[in-house]
């Protein structure tokens, strides 16, 4: 068998295959995605590093330059992510929380990056509130 579908305490299917299917679709159009912006934005940044003689532009220039970075470690780190799930998907302990117990395919629909339950995450949560988070 290719993935171990049964949960610790039964056996119940974590996911059919067709569901993580489904998923490693999602993941590779959403990595494709995230990679043809990322060259447009790279693009759009090249041959602009020289010769702005007005300072108001160039500041103007060096912020936009910054928030198209910010986006781009946003994207880098969510293409991290979904690499990850895909692996998940690939070695079968997609779907699966840490703690053991099958995450709702609810939530999964809704995040599907996600690697802790419900439970987890609420307790995680709180954990970061307590840290003042
Ligand atoms: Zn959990």
Do not use: H
């Amino acid at each position: 068998m290719l993935f171990d579908l049964t949960a610790r305490d039964g056996c119940i299917l974590i996911m059919k295959a067709e569901q993580l299917e489904y998923f490693r679709t999602l993941f590779n159009q959403k990595i494709d995605d995230l990679l043809r912006e990322a060259g447009k934005t790279v693009s759009g940044m090249t041959g602009t590093t020289e010769s702005f003689p007005d300072l108001t532009d160039r500041a103007a220039q060096e912020s936009d330059r910054d928030f198209e970075l910010r986006i781009r470690d946003r994207e880098r780190k969510l293409i991290k992510k979904m690499m990850e799930a895909l692996e998940r998907i690939d070695n079968g302990t997609f779907g699966i929380c840490s703690c053991g117990k099958k995450i709702s395919e609810k939530r999964l629909m809704a995040r599907p990056v996600t690697t802790l339950c419900i439970d987890c995450k609420k307790r995680q949560e709180e954990l970061e509130k307590q840290r003042g988070e």
